[in-house]
């Protein structure tokens, strides 16, 4: 476990965690905005768990956190860490029966505690595609500025999108 909330643990991902995210990565709505194609297959997703679970949260490039609610598996936050080690930048991504309750947020702020207070890193950032106004309201929500719009920037599944581009200083996060 590397953090506990009041509800959520993010932990490292397990073998046992494939079928909950094949299952929600798969699902069309979560995929629209993100890298990856729906359907994630069973097989593919037991690798790409296995692999995420070997990962090293504390060494620079990607890491996937699983995003735990008492046993199960909802969703995911990844974080790149810089070169650096002084900064980062995150994604998240949860199942579409936990959504708007609160757990992303949750989530979010529980990583941001960590990175901030525990790794004392000085900056995270963040970027989605711009109609994705769930993701730019979280993102808001728990303190990130919006710094930019990059238009028709990423190419992605056959078409241009425009990217908002958000961040957050340690010193902006800890004295709110």
């Given at each position: ?83 650096n ?17 609160g ?13 901030f ?10 970027e ?19 710094e ?13 999108t ?15």
């Open positions: 476990m590397f953090v506990q909330t009041e509800r959520l643990t993010l932990r490292r991902f397990t073998p046992g965690d494939a079928t909950a995210f094949a299952a929600y990565r798969s699902d069309p709505e979560v995929a629209r905005f993100q890298s990856w194609e729906a359907p994630v297959r069973e097989p593919e997703a037991l690798t790409t768990v296995t692999g995420f679970g070997n990962g090293d949260p504390d060494a620079p490039g990607w890491f996937q956190y699983a995003v735990d609610l008492d046993g199960v598996l909802i969703g995911d936050l990844g974080l790149h860490l810089d070169e080690l002084m900064q980062a930048e995150l994604g998240f991504t949860l199942a579409p029966a936990y959504q708007g309750k757990y992303a947020t949750e989530a979010v702020r529980g990583l941001l505690d960590h990175l207070t525990a790794k004392n890193l000085h900056r995270v950032s963040a989605c595609d711009a109609r994705n106004t769930s993701s730019a309201r979280l993102l808001e929500r728990v303190g990130f500025q919006r930019g719009l990059r238009r028709s920037h990423t190419w992605i599944k056959g078409e241009w425009d990217d908002l581009l958000f961040g957050l200083l340690r010193s902006d996060y800890l004295d709110a």
